[in-house]
């Protein structure tokens, strides 16, 4: 079953096109990167699919379900979460009570005005916490924590809403390498565990071609390709747009 | 030094006689309308110099407690109660805006304790919200309106346009204007109505507008600031060549000196037009003040100066300061003043001080009042009969 | 009107725009770079105005004009240099506080300097006469105005455009740290804005001498005029600003030629109202570029055992204080409790919330009218009114607060500030419901809350428990929801919340806790009237907040408290009190950046 279908999708700024009639899907469970070089219009497919940018034109299904028009908060409790390509948490809280704003908003529980705020011990935090090898790290304000930790955090926050499918904008970007590979395989193992969709942009092409299912290649705005890491890998155009330079640097 | 030696004199002395004074609270808006309250702050300090110099009252020195009251309702009643709880005041004097003394005027019936309301002009504080804690020194704006009447009549003129600063002073002037003009003068027309915010008139579209209307007179209530800029534009524009201009307040020293060279000749005002006024009892005060304070006084020293008096005479006569013996004593009270004699009228406690009605003219490269007289007060009042369906008490 | 007052009526629009224009440009070009909403603008004029009119009796018009602008300029690189500098990085609208108490400096220099009463320039040599237009007299000078305006426009669009510093300006008004990392010397560059921003308010001051006395006054009715203008033209626009200032100056002659006069009280805040819902960056201004992550709001810490402590203590001497002392105290300590719940408050939406208000100050005052009415004009008993009238204000907050949310950062501050105004005006104007300016007398509380240890009673439990659950939202899960939309919108939105529905709340909130404070206040004085809702009391509550310091959470109770005694014991006390009530805020914002509470606000 598709979990996200994104048909036609067009949107451009001012006359510039950003993306330009993008056509493709993302299955249950599966890991789908995508690729291309700086401006060819990743974070805008991922603002629109997320909800906070609307598109000129084409479709968003998810589940089946037409999605274009609902804010990015309607989308998140359908189950689309989103982690953001500079690390977005909430800096005047500690890194449990973060991960417990985020749960009880799926709960529907942060309107309460006058009970007291204990989600941060919770069970369920904590695990959240665990899962991202920041438990020992709970009680620190967000303000304090390493930029990586910062990533972490935020890939737990986007758990805490318990997504079917999570957008990750570059979710190792700002790391050391070392670090990448780690926070890639944890992404891969829990997605894979909890049958989450994972769509990703990524510019560590070995980040990319470990632990993507399939591949989708973006260059201005257009779609170019599409396969299995191995079918991108060896597709003419991909390697004349995009690899190409990237073997040059390396 | 001298100066310093004997401020500390005066402290000590103050000190030592503190237990045998009368405390008279005074609250004002120093700061915020500094040009008529600075020379008023001087007339009451001569005032208390006299009182204390002659004796003061049946052998009891009179202490003014001074408070500035912010110049809003709010800090101002926090200030009045400050001097009634705290300094024990025998009674209140004081205030300059409308909703400023309104308000204390309030708080005065609350808390039971006499206020003598010296320059706040409403017509309300004495009429539809006056209470008997409350008397009023100055000639109210219905007052000071009616004494431009009979002038305005004589003019035979039936376009008038109205320029007024918005707020209750600059409203109720031109409601008053607008009402007894209709009676005296059948026919009257109001051709235009300026209501510009009060200090932020924007002159020149105003003298523009009012060219506009074609008036063949003006009823002007501005003052201060406004009236300054009014005066400019009015005189560069020519709206005052084939106009006649009456302008409430407009012969003050306070707002006619800074017109100077540019004084507009034969406006009528009222006013005070003190270096003219020959009778003993001003030519008394004119001499003192200027002795004291080496300058000459404006109309708000004469109100300050006043409501001194008025308030140590309403001590004196009512033997102490137990507040129902100081309103009996202030309910009709009569005194002499440098405006001749005043009665505060025991039906709504507004004194008959009345004021000067009478052209501007120049001379010298100042503004000066010309063909003026006296109008008192008395005779400037509505009847008992309609003041008494306005009070409710 | 005839086609010769349209005629005659717009070139007034344009002559005052000139004026408007200049003192607007200057704010706008300070705040683009430093960020810094500078409050003493209008100071800055003003002391341009006293300046010129002093020195144009010593060296004549001509030269005194650019001689006052250039003191003024002047002036303006030392407060910057001596002042505002220690504090670029200090919690943002510190910088505010700071202005605030540089304008209360230089009030009380130009009393003490020229006096209290009004000086009127002399006219300008060459242009004292009129011309004839279209049959009608036009003052020679008005017309040099008209075209000094666009002259000033074109002189700093030629510096901006042309000149490398000017270049540099513009970089810093697009992109702060960019221009930092471009090697930019920013203590220099910041001087240097400051001062030409001060020069042109003083220029604009200097230049209006022949049309307008100067007086102590002007600076607060200029700031607010410039306020409006820069906010209208976009921040940090000169384009923008040109454009305002025509707009501003052009409605308010034909509302006056037209017989609208009364209009003139609010039509810029009608304007700039309905600008900022339509466009929320202004006429010509730009959306801004958002903060970058890091900058994000320091950690809100629970409340120290300390911070409890202190404040149970205080509790309890408070209930126990009637015991020993009566009378004036109990008035002052009434006073002070009022403003620490509407400081508490506006610091609700301010601190947690993030969401500036320039007119929180609408809600009390609503409030306090509410309370007025229900019990003069409806005759309600008064337990009754005071219970009823704060949904007054919160119902205003909702009304208000759904535009307001809609934008963000100085822009909505302005919303608010416009929509205060425009109540305030209602107020004012509006004689046969609310009493006009008088306002309304024989508001009291019911006898058994008349005396003053029972009223005061009442105003310690209402407002106590007001300022509790306050602080308990700050920390339930909608408190919690708010601080998210706070840090991060994006994320709080992509986590599902919805981030305006959130602040709405607050808004909403803060303004019935604000009309709780103004009803108290109106019952506690007896009258009401529309001073409860001007700008001053706005400003007053950001100073306690700010004084308080916003990231604390009992700071803005502890301002309220010190800046009410001090206005009551520095009035009492010190002629030059403004002064005074300056040089303590000055010293409190250099050696407490952080706000008063941020003493008792121990680490966890």
């Known amino acids: 079953m598709n979990m996200l279908a994104v048909k036609g999708l067009s949107k451009s700024f001012g006359g510039v096109r950003a993306v330009e009639r993008v056509n493709f899907s993302v299955a249950a469970g599966e890991l789908l990167a995508m690729i291309g070089p700086n401006g060819a219009g990743k974070t805008t497919c991922f603002n629109l699919i997320n909800g906070q940018l609307r598109p000129d034109a084409g479709e968003i299904y998810f589940e089946d379900r037409k999605i274009q028009g609902l804010p990015p908060r309607e989308r998140c ?43 941060s011990s919770g069970k369920e935090t904590r695990a959240l916490l665990a899962q991202v090898g920041m438990e020992s790290q709970a009680d620190r304000p967000c303000a304090e924590l390493a930029y990586g930790d910062l990533k972490r955090i935020e890939f737990a926050l986007a758990l805490a809403a318990r997504p079917r499918l ?23 193992d829990i997605a894979r565990r909890e049958n989450i969709a994972v769509l990703f942009t990524e510019h560590d092409m070995d980040v990319v071609f470990r632990h993507a299912d399939r591949v989708i290649v973006l260059a201005d705005g257009e779609l170019i390709a599409q396969g299995t890491p191995a079918e991108v890998r060896a597709d003419a155009q991909v390697r004349r747009v995009y690899l190409g330079e990237e073997a040059a640097h390396a | 030094m001298s100066k310093i030696a004997l401020s500390l004199l005066l402290f000590i002395a103050a000190g030592t006689v503190s237990a045998q004074t009368i405390k008279i609270g005074e609250l004002n808006s120093y700061k915020v309308f500094p040009a008529f309250l600075e020379p008023y702050k001087k007339g009451w300090e001569l005032a208390v110099e006299e009182i204390n110099r002659a004796g003061g009252i049946n052998g009891r020195k009179i202490e003014v407690v001074s408070r500035d009251d912010g110049g809003n309702p709010g800090d101002a009643v926090r200030v009045a109660e400050e001097l009634i709880s705290r300094e024990n005041v025998a009674l209140l004097t004081g205030t300059f805006a409308s909703n400023v003394g309104l308000a204390v005027s309030n708080l005065a019936a609350q808390r039971k304790i006499a206020f003598i309301a010296a320059e706040p002009l409403t017509d309300k504080i004495v009429w539809e919200n006056g209470n008997r804690y409350t008397f009023r020194l100055r000639a109210s704006t219905y007052m000071q309106t009616a004494m431009l009447i009979p002038e305005a009549v004589k003019l035979k003129k039936v376009r008038w346009a109205i320029v007024y600063p918005n707020y209750e002073y600059g409203q109720s002037a031109t409601a008053s204007f607008k009402k007894l003009m209709t009676q005296a003068q059948p026919g009257v027309q109001f051709v235009g109505e300026q209501a510009p915010p009060l200090g932020k008139i924007d002159a020149g579209a105003v003298v523009q507008a009012l060219i506009d209307a074609k008036p063949e007179a003006i009823f002007s209530s501005l003052f201060a600031t406004d009236l300054q800029k009014f005066v400019r534009e009015g005189n560069l524009r020519g709206l005052f060549k084939n106009t006649v201009v009456f302008n409430l307040l407009g012969g003050e020293p306070e707002y006619l000196d800074p017109l ?55 001590l004196r006569k009512a033997g102490g300061t137990d507040t129902e013996k100081l309103i009996a004593a202030l309910k009709g009270l009569e005194m002499d003043t440098p405006f001749g004699p005043i009665v505060y009228r025991a039906l709504d406690h507004q004194s008959t001080m009345g004021a000067y009605v009478g052209q501007l003219a120049r001379k010298g490269g100042k503004g000066v009042m010309v063909n003026w007289r006296f109008a008192d007060g008395a005779n400037f009042l509505p009847s008992f009969e309609e003041v008494r369906v306005l009070r409710k008490d | 009107m005839s086609s010769s007052s349209v005629l005659i009526q717009f070139l007034n629009g344009l002559a005052g725009a000139s004026s408007l224009f200049m003192v607007a440009a200057g704010l706008s070009l300070i705040f683009g770079v430093t960020r810094v909403v500078n409050f003493a603008h209008g100071s800055l004029y003003m002391l341009g105005m006293y300046l010129a009119v002093w020195l144009a009796e010593r060296v004549g018009f001509w030269a005194a004009v650019p001689l006052a602008a250039v003191a003024v300029g002047v002036i303006g690189a030392l407060a910057e240099i001596s002042v505002l500098r220690r504090i670029y990085k200090a919690p943002e609208l510190l910088q505010l506080l700071a202005t605030f108490a540089l304008l209360l400096l230089i009030k009380d220099f130009a009393l003490w300097a020229w006096g209290p009463e009004d000086m009127l320039g002399p006219r300008a040599p060459g242009f004292t006469g009129a011309v004839e237009i279209a049959g009608g007299a036009f003052p020679q000078y008005d017309l040099l105005l008209i075209i000094l305006g666009p002259v000033v426009l074109g002189f700093l669009y030629l510096v901006l455009k042309k000149t490398r510093w000017g270049i540099l300006v513009r970089a810093a008004t697009e992109d702060r740290e960019m221009a930092g990392a471009l090697g930019v010397n920013q203590r220099w560059l910041f001087t240097g804005v400051f001062a030409l921003g001060a020069l042109l308010a003083g220029l604009g001051g200097a230049l209006q001498i022949p049309r307008e006395p100067a007086s102590l006054n002007i600076d607060l009715s200029v700031i607010s005029d410039a306020f409006v203008v820069v906010v209208i033209g976009g921040l940090g626009s000169i384009p923008g600003a040109f ?24 039509i810029e805040f009608v304007i700039m109202a309905a600008v900022l819902v339509v466009r929320p960056w202004g006429l010509l201004g730009r959306m801004p570029v958002l903060a970058r992550p890091g900058t994000a709001e320091p950690p809100f810490a629970r409340p120290s055992l300390r911070l409890r402590w202190t404040l149970a203590i205080v509790a309890a001497a408070l209930a126990l204080l009637p015991v020993v002392s009566g009378g004036y105290t109990l008035v ?15 610091h609700f939406i301010m601190g947690p919330g993030g969401m500036y208000s320039f007119g929180h100050a609408a809600y009390f005052g609503l409030g306090a009218y509410a309370a007025g009415m229900l019990v003069l004009r409806e005759k309600f008993p008064m337990e009754l009114a005071l219970a009823l009238a704060p949904f007054a204000a919160g119902f205003a907050a909702l009304v208000f607060g759904w535009f307001c949310v809609r934008l963000s950062g100085v822009y909505s501050a ?26 309304m007398v ?27 659950f306050l602080w308990r939202m700050i920390y339930s899960p909608f408190g919690h929801a708010l601080r998210a939309a706070r840090d ?89 009190w403004r002064a005074a009530t300056g040089i303590v805020i000055l010293a409190l914002v250099l050696v407490l950046p952080r706000g008063v509470g941020s003493l008792l606000q121990a680490r966890q």
């Open chain 1, 77 to 119: 409790r359908l189950g689309l979460g989103r982690t953001f390509q500079v690390a977005a948490t909430f800096g005047s809280m500690t890194a449990s009570e973060n991960v417990a704003v985020a749960r009880l908003s799926r709960e529907r529980k942060l309107g309460s005005l006058f009970t007291s705020f204990r989600g």
């Open chain 1, 166 to 188: 999570l957008l990750m904008d570059e979710p190792t970007a700002g790391m050391a390498s070392a670090e990448r590979g780690e926070l890639m395989r944890l992404v891969a």
């Open chain 2, 260 to 314: 100077k060279d540019e004084t507009p000749e034969g406006w009528w005002v009222t006013g005070y037009p003190w270096n003219e006024i020959k009778t003993p009892a001003h030519q008394k005060f004119l001499d003192a003040y200027r002795k004291r304070w080496n300058d000459y006084p404006r109309l708000g020293s004469v109100v300050g100066y006043t409501a001194m008096y008025s308030a140590a005479n309403a």
């Open chain 3, 243 to 266: 454009l305002a200032a025509l707009l501003i100056a052009e409605a308010k002659a034909f509302c006056i030629g037209l017989g609208y006069s009364q209009a003139t009280l609010v």
């Open chain 3, 332 to 346: 002052l300590l009434t006073d002070m409790l009022i403003f620490a719940l509407f400081a508490a408050s506006l």
């Open chain 3, 414 to 439: 302005m919303l608010t500030l416009a929509f205060a105004q425009i109540a305030w005006s209602a107020v004012f104007q509006w004689d046969a419901l609310t009493g006009g300016s008088n306002g």
């Open chain 3, 442 to 468: 024989g508001v009291w509380p019911a006898p058994w809350l008349s005396s003053k240890p029972a009223y005061y009673f009442l105003t310690l439990l209402v407002c106590a428990s007001g300022i509790i």
């Open chain 3, 488 to 576: 991060s919108p994006l994320r709080a939105e992509a986590s599902g919340i919805d981030v305006r529905a959130t602040q709405w709340e607050a808004f909403a909130i803060a303004g019935l806790a604000a009309g709780v404070a103004g009803a108290l206040y109106a019952f506690s004085k007896g009258s009401i009237s529309p001073e409860a809702l001007g700008i001053q009391r706005s400003v007053d509550g950001l100073v306690m907040v700010m004084l308080g310091g916003i990231q604390t959470l009992s700071g803005p109770v502890w301002g309220a408290a010190l800046f009410t005694w001090l206005q009551d014991a520095a009035a009492r006390n010190v002629d030059y």
